[in-house]
Every structure is written in structure tokens, then in C-alpha cells.
Nanobody
Framework: QVQLAESGGGLAQAGGSLRLSCAAS????????MGWFRQAPGKEREIVAAITWSAGLTYYADAVKGRFTISREIPKNTVYLRMNSLNAEDTAVYYCAAGGRGAYHLLANYNYWGQGTQVTVSS
């Protein structure tokens, strides 16, 4: 069983930056992958970025490529999402997730979810 706790959300101005953290309790196995998703009001949850736990391979949604960076710190069982050049379209609840099988860019392949953290970007 894996429990995830996000932190670091809040209010940012357009063009600004935020860093989200996701601390995992329980064992993250070598074959796991971790992801950040977001859900804006009235929209479906969508992937933002993902990373394989062992090799550190990354995936980014087109909307955030070049602006967001996902990373992980294995000894701390923590995943980060650095968000730069924020804009109003980035406003959403951001969720951290972990999964153990399948393509890591697909929401269906994530088994464990955090409670989410609100990110609001003011223009």
C-alpha cells in the first residue's frame, strides 16, 4: 500500500513559478512510475507529467513541455513538479499518483492517488 501527500500548491501570478512535492509512504518498487495529474473545474483529469521510479524516464503533456519539470528523490521517496512560466490555464487541482504497471502516461495505470493540492494562477 502506498500513501501520497502533496504539498506546495497555492497562488501564483502569471509568469511565476511553483514547486509541488509529493511524499510517498510505503514501498515504491523499482518498477513503479509516478505521475502528476491535474483537474480544472468542469474538465476531466489529465496527465501533466510522469516519471519512472528506477530509470527516471520522463513524459510531459504537450501543454507543459518546456515549462514544467518532474523529478524524483529516491532516498526521500519524493517526487517534485517544478512549474515555470505559469499561466491561467494551469489553474487546477494537482494530484500525485503512483502505479505499478502499464504505460506511465495513462491515467488508468495509476493505483494510488493523493488528495490533491490547489494551484491558482492569477493573470
Amino acid at each position: 500500500q502506498v500513501q501520497l501527500a502533496e504539498s506546495g500548491g497555492g497562488l501564483a501570478q502569471a509568469g511565476g513559478s511553483l514547486r509541488l512535492s509529493c511524499a510517498a509512504s510505503g514501498r515504491i518498487f523499482t518498477g513503479y512510475h509516478m505521475g502528476w495529474f491535474r483537474q480544472a473545474p468542469g474538465k476531466e483529469r489529465e496527465i501533466v507529467a510522469a516519471i519512472t521510479w528506477s530509470a527516471g524516464l520522463t513524459y510531459y503533456a504537450d501543454a507543459v513541455k518546456g515549462r514544467f519539470t518532474i523529478s524524483r528523490e529516491i532516498p526521500k521517496n519524493t517526487v517534485y513538479l517544478r512549474m515555470n512560466s505559469l499561466n491561467a490555464e494551469d489553474t487546477a487541482v494537482y494530484y500525485c499518483a503512483a502505479g505499478g504497471r502499464g504505460a506511465y502516461h495513462l491515467l488508468a495505470n495509476y493505483n494510488y492517488w493523493g488528495q490533491g493540492t490547489q494551484v491558482t494562477v492569477s493573470s
